[in-house]
């Protein structure tokens, strides 16, 4: 991605903590002193490496969200924006990034950039995952559909925030490794298919949203066809040889489609014999 921005730190006032803050309280409401002291104590006894591990990634996490809102700053101008929604960025928060990379490269998981996941694929820049879920406007009755599975972040990041992924992968060892990792992690509400994405997954068609995640010279007619009336699809147009768009394209309660080119981007090309 060619806007990789270093922020500094900055951490507006929205409530993305609210999440840990609610646990506890409403346990502990009428106990007695003595049950409370043991809630108190056993933690500390069972704090162990591997919690303190989990809160490495916390901090690291709330990083990368300082990180997201400065690149937010920084890119106002063309995203016509100064922040994004708080529920993507509660979904931004959530979602275990570091689980998503291979393992030698967990310490980088939470930086503002891309990685590498195999096979000449990368999962996307933090920054590029919250603008293209934003570009959606995700509401939890949607169903959602994915081009380039990947790693599964982006489906990840979506599934907290919607009603129902399907997610589709044209290479078939990342189609299924994520599928194994999007189970193991508990996203019960992603569906995955391996096949090229070209033509849509039309059984489940149409659908509020759409997103591909690798750069292709045209929009796809049969993805504009699965496309809901009032449903949003965000894509990156563009080959490899030219700048690259990440484009919003709108379809109206008519049926009318209308694009909006965002920003300058730079992804994997979109594969397959279209
Ligand atoms: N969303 C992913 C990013 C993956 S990179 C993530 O969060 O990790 C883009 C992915 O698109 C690659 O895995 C690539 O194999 C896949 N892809 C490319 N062309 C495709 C096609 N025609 N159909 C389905 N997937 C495709």
Known sequence: MVLAYRGSLYLRGVQLR???????????????SKRIIAL?????????????????????????????????????????????????????????????????????AY???????????????????????????????????EIGTGSGYQAAVLSELVGHVYSIEIIEELGKSSTRRLSQLGYNNIETRIAD???????????????????????PPPLVQQ??????MVIPVGTRFQTQYLTLVEKDMQGA?????????????FTGGH
């Open 18 to 32: 609210g999440r840990s803050e609610k646990r506890g309280s409403p346990f502990i409401d009428g106990m007695s």
């Open 40 to 108: 108190v104590f056993i933690p500390l006894v069972f704090i162990s490496g591997g919690q303190a591990v989990a809160n490495e990634y916390l901090q690291q996490r709330q990083r990368m969200i300082a990180d997201i809102e400065a690149d937010v700053r920084a890119t106002a101008r063309y995203i016509n924006k100064k922040s994004f929604s708080v529920h993507v960025m509660q979904a931004m928060d959530t979602v275990p990034r570091h689980k998503f990379v291979r393992k030698r490269l967990r310490s980088m």
């Open 111 to 145: 930086e503002n950039r891309p990685l590498p996941i195999g096979y000449g694929q990368t999962i996307s820049q933090p920054y590029i995952v919250a603008l293209m879920t934003d570009l959606l406007q995700p509401q939890p009755e949607h169903r959602v559909l």
């Open 197 to 219: 994405g070209y033509t849509g997954w039309s059984e489940h068609a149409p659908f509020d949203g759409i997103i591909v995640t690798a750069a292709i010279s045209h929009i």
């Open 227 to 232: 496309l809901k009336r009032g449903g949003r």
């Open 257 to 269: 489609i209308t694009t909006r080119q965002i920003l300058p981007v730079v992804f994997v090309p």
